[in-house]
């Protein structure tokens, strides 16, 4: 990823997503020839020449001081998040010489100990570029149950909640709101392209999902950028039905990049009750395929045998019985 002109694309579509009134700016009806401030505005609001502004825009200055990026990130009207994204970026354009690769991601011993402890819980452990790096029975039946469950053990071949999110049919229909896990999940890469920007594996994901993705490229030219450690999420599981889910997260110790995203339902709901039954009943066993699916194809390791419904029906009188 090239960072130098990164920083300078940041601001100006930040720039240009601002109107005069958005920031306090007399607007008299004068036809403007730029969308959103122009730079001059922007620069006045936060106090730097114009000159100067101009430099930062066109990746010509490299060391803006931390006092004029936060006096940017204030007339851009950016929140913590989008500051400390505007910091990252800064950092990565002073950057020389010869930059270190980060080494392969692998889940280990203790964060699987973790992951187990959260029992029925469905619960997944994600690296810095959102490949998952492993889940427990749950956490799989949840999010991909017509993968193979043993496919994150293959470095090669593990998923990426970001590539399901855009283009695997199983996982789209997954989410009620579609829109809003999208832009969740390319913020949340916008974040990690700042933190990481020498790593090759999340630059061909961002290029790979660009040119595949209409939606995806939308998104990502935004620039915006989202950190999430609680969302809530409308879900429709082929299994169990309509569900409404918390989602959390929570950072692996002394694993930079790393998270585990717990899911858990209000006590007491339907979504509690659909949950238990996702932990009871299972997803079909052996090995099922890991293509990406076109729209509308058959779902692969759904539930429709007479078999599993049965399974099912059995695992929910369970759920529904007085504890």
């Known amino acids: 990823m090239d960072e130098q002109p990164r920083l300078g694309e940041f ?3 930040r720039r240009a997503q601002l109107r005069p009134a958005d920031v306090g ?3 008299f009806g004068e036809r403007r020839r730029v969308p959103g401030l122009r730079r001059d505005e922007l620069a006045q609001l936060a106090g730097v020449g114009l000159s100067y502004y101009t430099r930062l825009e066109q990746g010509l200055s490299l060391n803006a001081s931390p006092e004029v990026l936060d006096a940017l990130a204030r007339a851009l009207g950016l929140d913590e998040v989008e500051r400390a994204h505007l910091h990252d970026l800064a950092r990565a354009s002073r950057r020389t010489g010869t930059r270190r690769r980060p080494a392969p991601e692998r889940a280990g011993d203790t964060t699987r100990q973790l992951l187990s402890a959260f029992g029925d819980a469905p619960a997944i452990v994600l690296g810095r570029s959102s490949d998952v ?3 427990n029975r749950t956490g799989h039946a949840l999010f991909a149950g017509h993968l193979d469950p043993h496919i994150p053990d293959q470095p090669d071949q593990r998923p990426n909640t970001a590539r399901l999110v855009f283009r695997d049919a199983h996982t789209r229909d997954l989410y009620v709101d579609w ?3 999208a832009r969740d999940v390319v913020g949340k890469l916008r974040l990690a392209a700042g933190q990481h920007p ?3 594996r999340l630059a061909a994901l961002i290029g790979e999902l660009t040119m595949n993705s209409a939606e995806f490229a939308v998104m990502w030219f935004e620039h915006r950028v989202r950190k999430w450690d609680l969302a809530t999420y409308r879900m429709h599981h082929p299994l169990v039905g309509s569900m409404q889910l918390n989602l959390q997260t929570l950072n692996v110790p002394q694993e930079e990049g790393q998270r585990i995203v717990v899911a858990t ?8 009750a659909a949950l238990c039954l996702l932990a009871q009943a299972g997803v079909p066993t052996g090995r099922q395929a890991t293509r990406t699916e076109a729209p509308g194809s058959p779902r692969d390791g759904a539930v429709g045998t007479e078999g599993s419904a049965g399974h099912a029906d059995k695992a929910s009188r369970e759920c529904r019985r007085p504890r």
């Open 11 to 13: 601001l100006r579509t």
């Open 25 to 27: 700016l007399p607007d």
């Open 133 to 135: 790096l492993a889940w």
């Open 179 to 181: 829109p809003k896990k």
């Open 198 to 200: 020498d790593d090759p």
């Open 265 to 272: 339902a209000d006590a007491g709901t339907t979504s509690a």
